[in-house]
Structures are given as C-alpha cells and as structure tokens.
C-alpha cells in the first residue's frame, strides 16, 4: 500500500505546496514597451514554466523519499516490508503517468 493510500503524505505534503505555491504572471505575446507582438516572451515563458514545473516535482520526491524513510525508521519494516513499499510506490508513480495520458 502506498503512502498515499495511507494518507501519510496528502495532507501535510499539498498543504506545503500550497502555502509555497509562488503565482507569477505570464505574458503572453505582447511586447509591453511597444506594444508589438513578441513571441519571444511566450518561449522564454514556457521554459520558465517548465523549469518551474520540474523544481516542483524534484521538491515532491524528495519529500516523499524522506517520507518514505522515516516510515522505515519510526515502524522498523523488515526488508519484505520495505521491498512491498517501494514496489507500492512505484505502482503509484506508474499510474499517475498513465492516467495523464487520458487528460
């Protein structure tokens, strides 16, 4: 079974991400010095984004990895206990995937 299942990390992992969620606006096309259209602002946006986007995934697996090992700690698992726990987290981590790709 998954942390997540658990309800180990959902709370107090998405109330963090939401206390340091940071909004940055998006310009989208425009040249706000003249007022032309600029598509470099779009590029330059999406790669900020992206980058953004993947600072947070980093941060959420880190969280989890520490989540994870602390389970291992405070419950002392034995080695089929942590074997079944990371394969339940990996299963997780795969049908996150596939479900994006119904979106």
Not at 48 to 71: H, P, Q
Not at 81 to 91: R, Y
Request: aromatic share 8%; hydrophobic share 40%.
């Amino acid at each position: 079974m998954t942390l997540a299942r658990q309800g180990f990390l959902h709370s107090k992992f998405e109330d963090w991400i939401m206390k340091n969620k940071e909004i940055k606006p998006i310009l989208i096309g425009v040249d706000t010095a003249t007022g032309k259209r600029d598509y470099s602002a779009v590029a330059i946006s999406i790669t900020a984004i992206r980058e953004d986007e993947r600072k947070t995934m980093y941060d959420k697996f880190s969280s989890r990895f520490d989540a994870i090992a602390c389970k291992i700690i405070n419950e002392k698992l034995n080695d089929e206990q942590i074997h079944q726990l990371l394969v339940g987290e990996s299963e997780h981590y795969s049908n996150l995937a596939a479900e994006l790709d119904h979106v």
